[in-house]
């Protein structure tokens, strides 16, 4: 492989030639907000993008590096904000960092034993997302949260296990500030 | 480890805490310019900082994530830019992601075998140093060159081969321009 440059435009995220994107509507959010009515009737009026992502391509090989820019819009699905579907690593032992680039957001992390933390993203916020750690993204504010993320070539992604068990928490708006509360339905693994 | 935050001033480049920070002056880069008496002159006058670099520190294992700021400072040593000092990693087969965050700079790229590669940072320029190929940051403006670089837990740093060698190449200002010439002081492998 030759080594190579592209250009992501800083302002809005978006990378115009040598990656493939991945847009995720309303519509491909289902089972992951808790306030199913909301959602339905945002699919009904205009489902609109919630998120997408750049990928660069690369080798999916141990010593490559997986790197993409995400653009998450600001928007809420009842009083739940938008963000990612999250997910672990296939291959658990595996890292990923973040540099904040633009706008206002949580990352939400959590192990398999249910442990969470939750980190602030802000322009020129550098996060470290340790092996074993789930992760998803979370816009409150009211701009694009865009942020340029590197993981393993090999890490893989397991979007089941949050599918199946869920977080612990959500990040829910309360008197225009987010809050993070229980997810009445965490479905801890037994 | 836990996950963590640290913050970067997207300006500057400076990570104020949570990070270490490598200092390189005109002093630390002797044998690596073709101009000695130039390099001398800068290093007796106030011996500048060329570059700096701000680590985030992570256990240095397969899976795991290096990251850092690099800054390299605008400035000359007779017509060659202010540079890094160039490597490998010490494990060959391990890439490297560049985010450009401010100014203009080249990435000079080489294989042992003396291929060589040259590409353009930027504001927004995502760059991939695929395995195999050692490196060289080269600010070519009149301002801080920025970036973010990601590299694998485990890859470590090789700078003897780079010493021993040199680049086939170096980056020299020609009537204010930046242009690649042959270096002199190449020494290939044999």
Known sequence: MKPLVNRMDLLTGEVPSGATVVIRRASDMKGLYQNRVALEGLIKAKDPVVYQVYN?????????????????YPGKVGDEYFMTKGHFHARRDTAEVYLGLRGKGKLLLQTEKGEIEVLDMFPGS?????PYWGHRTVNVGDEPLIFFAI???????DYQTIEAH????????????????????YRPST
Chains 1, 2 share one sequence.
């Not at 660069?56 to 653009?71: D, F, T, W």
């Not at 987010?178 to 009445?184: A, E, G, H, Q, Y």
């Open 56 to 72: 660069v391509a690369v080798p999916e090989r141990n010593g490559e590096l997986q790197h993409c820019v995400s653009i998450i």
């Open 166 to 185: 869920g977080f612990r928490k959500v990040i829910v708006e309360r008197d225009g500030k987010p809050v993070l509360v229980d997810n009445p339905n």
């Open 126 to 130: 550098i996060l470290y997302i340790p």
């Open 151 to 157: 993981y393993p070539g090999d890490a893989g992604h």
